[in-house]
Structure formats: C-alpha cells, structure tokens
C-alpha cells in the first residue's frame, strides 16, 4: 500500500465514525507532517467538534487545542510542509455563518505569509447534492496549493459520505 493510499484509509476510518445525517457528507481528514510514514499529526471527521463541522475543520481545531494556539494561529506552529488528506473535495460554499473549508486551508499562513498547506489529497470530488458545483479544487489550485487525487477508494467513500441520505431522491 502506498504512504498516500495508507493516509487516505486513515480518513476514511474516520470518516466512518461520522454520524449519518440526510444533511451532510461523512467525511474524514488528517494532517500529515511531509516527512511521517506512519501516524497523522491529527485526525477529525465531519460533526466530530461542536456545531456544524467539517472534517477539515476539526483537524485544525483540535491540533490548535495541542498547539495551545488559536485556529488563525495554527499555520504558524505546523510542521513544514504538512499536508491534507481528505476523502471529499474541501467546501467552497457553506451555510450562512459557516467559514468554507477551503478558505479555512487558505487561511492557514506560516510567519512569512506563506501557505502553511502547499498539498492537499483528496478521495473524491464534492457531489451537487448540497451547494451545487464545488469549485474547491479549482481555488486551492489558483492560489498555488497542490491537489491530488488518490485513486481506488472513490466507491467505499461514497458510500460512508452519502449514509443517512435519501437514496431514491438521488
């Protein structure tokens, strides 16, 4: 198994543990520092924080909780060249109040500016069931960070992001 299939079955295990709801996607992520083999920095799936929250978005409030930082802090304190494993393409439009995933990953900025994630792993792309064309990919990639699809595992993570929907609606 490659070190990028072994990752993406990390946040497919989590995203297992995501509760299902006919409103939402199962989806699991970690952050990976570049040079590890084999444990994530943290791993988070969707609903697993407090509120409306995406996988994503509880890796980088539990890793700021480890790091004793605030969230708009935590791109500082990453390890260099830390990078995102996510079984669904990251949000570009949420619910009103509810801060996109992707604008989450942008935000995240080392000392001197730079992005603090350059690469991000994803299983498969955002479905048009919630908020129409994702354009996720696109805007992480315009504003230079790395998108990367890691293949074989498109079936099984539809599957666990799509429990709890109504199947004969889809």
Do not use: Q, W
């Given at each position: 198994m490659s070190i990028h299939a072994k990752f993406m079955q990390i946040a497919l295990d989590e995203a297992k543990k995501s509760p299902p709801k006919p409103t939402n996607f199962c989806v699991g992520a970690c952050l990976?520092?570049?040079?590890?083999?084999?444990?994530?920095?943290?791993?988070?799936?969707?609903?697993?924080?407090?509120?409306?929250?995406?996988a994503e978005q509880c890796?980088?409030?539990?890793?700021?909780?480890?790091?004793?930082?605030?969230?708009?802090?935590?791109?500082?304190?990453?390890?260099h060249d830390t990078v995102l494993y996510t079984?669904?393409?990251?949000?570009?439009?949420?619910?009103?109040?509810?801060?996109?995933?992707v604008d989450r990953i942008l935000g995240l900025r080392r000392k001197d500016g730079t992005q603090a994630i350059k690469t991000v792993?994803?299983?498969?792309?955002?479905?048009?069931?919630f908020v129409g064309i994702n354009e996720g990919r696109k805007k992480l990639e315009d504003a230079g960070i790395n998108v990367q699809h890691?293949?074989?595992?498109?079936?099984?993570i539809l599957t666990v992001a799509t429990a709890g929907h109504d199947k004969h609606n889809e």
């Open positions: 990976v520092a570049s040079d590890s083999v084999d444990k994530p920095l943290i791993t988070g799936y969707t609903l697993e924080c407090e509120g409306n929250t995406h890796c980088f409030i539990k890793l700021s909780e480890v790091y004793k930082c605030d969230v708009g802090e935590l791109g500082r304190h990453l390890p079984t669904m393409e990251p949000c570009n439009k949420r619910s009103v109040g509810n801060t996109p995933c792993f994803v299983g498969v792309g955002e479905p048009e069931t890691v293949t074989g595992f498109e079936d099984e």
